[in-house]
């Protein structure tokens, strides 16, 4: 992005860290501060680095498909902070009607992410998430996960591509969760939107995440959550709704980032 060209510029235009810390060292912080500035300084460089090497692998069509996999499935760079992307849901056709498809795109020039489809599975909402625009099932090359709900339709978890557990495969072959979200009604205000809450494991001081692999039910994201733990999650809550006299009901503002309900 402009703004990671242009840190990188600053890095890149400023005295060599070397002769910088030196000369720190020598006038001013002492030697163990100086010493901290240059590992500080040396860990931004490449934090640029690697928020750079991230985007551009994210906009490559050429990128290897458990390279881009393993890309999708990490968090992203730490230094990116932010990654805004769009996600159309198309219902054209009879078939798209009863199982729309959804495409994200990177919302600063529309590169190709990940689509997915509502499936035919009987009694729950399940979708089928991969690399690939056209080919929406689970034996497919770019299959990256699903998301599958309870028969109410009030709470959906998100796996990976691993297996499901009782297969008798080694542990890490077991599918991993990297996610969920909780409808609640919202008993306080008449014909207010649900309540919603995002769970999601929780991101280290080194950019990495916690990995969730329940082998039970119970150990699931939601069960814990309902259950009053939050070890390694972090937890996410919608923004009150407000009354808008206009439409005569409660609104929740996205920001201009929802344009159709």
């Known amino acids: ?47 640029f680095d690697d928020a750079r090497e991230f985007l551009v692998m ?34 054209s056709g009879i078939a798209k009607k009863m199982y729309p498809k959804y495409t994200m795109r990177l919302s600063r020039n529309q590169k190709f992410i ?5 499936m035919n599975v009987f009694g729950t909402a399940h979708y089928v998430i991969t690399l690939e625009q056209e080919i929406m099932n689970k034996t497919a090359p770019g299959y990256l996960g699903k998301v599958r709900s309870n028969k109410p339709g009030t709470e959906y978890s998100l796996f990976d591509h691993g297996e499901n557990p009782g297969t008798g495969l080694p542990l890490e072959k077991i599918r991993s969760e990297l996610g969920a979200v909780l409808f609640e009604i919202n008993s306080s205000i008449k014909n207010a939107p649900r309540n919603m809450t995002v769970i ?7 950019g990495t995440k916690t990995v969730h692999r329940p082998l039970k ?37 996205f920001n201009e980032r929802v344009t159709i309900g």
């Open 58 to 91: 994210l906009s490559n069509p050429s990128l290897p498909i458990e390279k881009k996999k393993k890309l999708m499935l990490d968090p992203i760079p730490i230094s990116l902070e932010s990654l805004e992307c769009t996600i159309r849901r198309d219902r």
């Open 200 to 206: 999601l494991p929780k991101i280290h001081e080194d």
């Open 1 to 47: 992005t402009p703004l990671i060209e242009e840190e990188k510029e600053l890095v890149s235009s400023s005295p060599p860290l070397k002769e910088k810390t030196s000369y720190l060292m020598e006038k001013e912080l002492g030697e163990d501060k100086a010493q901290t500035d240059l590992v500080s300084r040396a860990a931004k460089v490449l934090s």
């Open 114 to 118: 990940m689509a997915s489809q509502k």
């Open 217 to 253: 039910e119970k150990e699931h994201m939601i069960p814990t959550f309902k259950g009053g733990s939050k070890i390694n999650m972090s937890c996410l809550f919608n923004k009150p709704p407000k009354y808008d006299s206009s439409t005569g009901g409660y609104m929740l503002d």
